[in-house]
C-alpha cells in the first residue's frame, strides 16, 4: 500500500500563492486518480480537484482558474498549485489516492491559511 505525505501549507494573504505536495512511497502510475480535498472547520471535507493517471483533471468550480494539479512521475509526487487565493480557501488539505474505484491511501494532510 502507498504511503502519503502531504506538505507545502502555511499562512499567506489573499491574493497570494502556495504549491502543496503529495509524495507516495511508491509507483502512482496505475492508479485511478490522485484526488485533492479539503476540509474547513465545522464544514465537510470537499473534492478540490483530481488527476487520472492519464494525466486528466477535474477541477471543482470554486478553484477553477485559480488552482492546477500536476504530476511528477518520476518523483511520485503529485503538486496543487494554488494561486489566487481567497480566507474562504482557508482548510486542511488532504491528498488522495484512488485505486481499484476504492480510496487506498490518504496523506495527514497540511495546513492552508489565507489572511484576508
Known amino acids: 500500500q502507498v504511503q502519503l505525505v502531504n506538505s507545502g501549507g502555511g499562512l499567506v494573504q489573499a491574493g497570494g500563492s502556495l504549491r502543496l505536495s503529495c509524495a507516495a512511497s511508491?509507483?502512482?502510475?496505475?492508479?485511478?486518480?490522485m484526488d485533492w480535498y479539503r476540509q474547513a472547520p465545522g464544514l465537510s471535507r470537499e473534492l478540490v480537484g483530481s488527476?487520472?493517471?492519464?494525466?486528466?483533471?477535474y477541477l471543482a468550480d470554486s478553484v477553477k482558474g485559480r488552482f492546477t494539479i500536476s504530476t511528477d512521475s518520476a518523483k511520485n509526487t503529485v503538486y496543487l498549485q494554488m494561486n489566487g487565493l481567497k480566507p474562504e480557501d482557508t482548510a486542511i488539505y488532504y491528498c488522495?489516492?484512488?485505486?481499484?474505484?476504492?480510496?487506498?491511501?490518504w496523506g495527514q494532510g497540511t495546513q492552508v491559511t489565507v489572511s484576508s
Open positions: 488522495a489516492i484512488q485505486r481499484h474505484g476504492m480510496y487506498e491511501s
Open positions: 488527476i487520472t493517471s492519464g494525466g486528466t483533471t
Open positions: 511508491g509507483s502512482i502510475v496505475n492508479i485511478d486518480s
